[in-house]
């Protein structure tokens, strides 16, 4: 079965560009999560869907980021503009359900690098 | 609010040698808690998971955990490591008010030596 897919697996951008993220969950399943990773910070939750419909986006940094979810099979985290603090992995990860404890698969990830 | 901390950010074992690396978490009330292990460039594998029962858990890999309520500690383990196991391994936890949401710990980044 093919697992959480992300495109692209590397982008390199300049400041001030807008840049998309891309994700396919595991088919089937109905939760997605996208993740950042950097090293000061680790691993933050950005924002959560189930069903299609965010649930939790406290920790989208600020209006820089925005996230979609047009159906069950491909999630989009766009940042515009964006900046050089921006870099880091950005990680998709999907889950069966939303029940407590249902396990997440993450994607390879997308390691961003904003000059 | 749950958080987790992983108080090793580093830790270096002979391969052949036992592993043993600790986790704490902070929640009220029972909580989910997992094992992910994250290899250079890749994304995060599920190790193993607790919710309930027999405190011991066993995973992939030959890794367990054991749970300990009064210590508030998920630690893993494995009795003879191999080189093929430097990663690096995030503890989570997950809170029965907040869906499948989970929060990670900083992580700890195991090297083996030969």
């Known amino acids: 079965d093919a697992g959480v897919i992300q495109s692209p697996r590397h982008e390199v951008t300049e400041m001030g560009q807008e840049v998309t993220l891309r994700c396919k969950p595991i088919?089937?399943?109905?939760?997605l999560f996208w993740y950042r990773q950097t090293m000061m910070r680790g691993l933050e939750l950005l924002i959560y869907?189930?069903?299609?419909?965010?649930?939790?986006d406290s920790g989208m940094p600020e209006d820089r980021f925005s996230a979609k979810m047009p159906n069950a099979s491909f999630s989009t985290l766009k940042i515009q503009p964006s900046e050089p603090r921006d870099s880091a992995v950005y990680f998709c990860?999907?889950?069966?359900?939303?029940?407590?404890?249902?396990?997440?698969?993450f994607g390879p990830g997308t390691r961003l690098t904003v000059l | 609010a749950q958080s987790v901390t992983q108080p090793d950010i580093h830790i270096t074992v002979s391969e052949g040698a036992s592993l043993e690396l600790r986790c704490n978490y902070s929640?009220?009330?029972?909580?989910?808690l997992f094992w992910y292990v994250q290899s250079p460039g890749q994304g995060l594998q599920l190790l193993l998971k607790?919710?309930?029962?027999?405190?011991l858990v066993q995973g992939i890999k030959g890794f367990e955990a054991e749970f300990k309520r009064s210590q508030s500690s998920f630690n893993l383990r494995k009795p003879s490591v191999h080189w093929s196991d430097a990663a690096e391994y995030f503890c989570?936890?997950?809170?029965?008010?907040?869906?499948?949401?989970?929060?990670f710990g900083g992580g700890t980044r195991l090297m083996v030596k030969p």
């Open positions: 990860a999907s889950s069966l359900g939303g029940a407590p404890g249902d396990t997440q698969y």
């Open positions: 088919s089937g399943h109905n939760s």
């Open positions: 869907f189930n069903n299609n419909v965010p649930i939790d």
């Open positions: 929640y009220g009330a029972t909580p989910y």
């Open positions: 607790y919710f309930s029962g027999d405190t």
């Open positions: 989570a936890v997950g809170a029965t008010d907040a869906g499948n949401m989970l929060t």
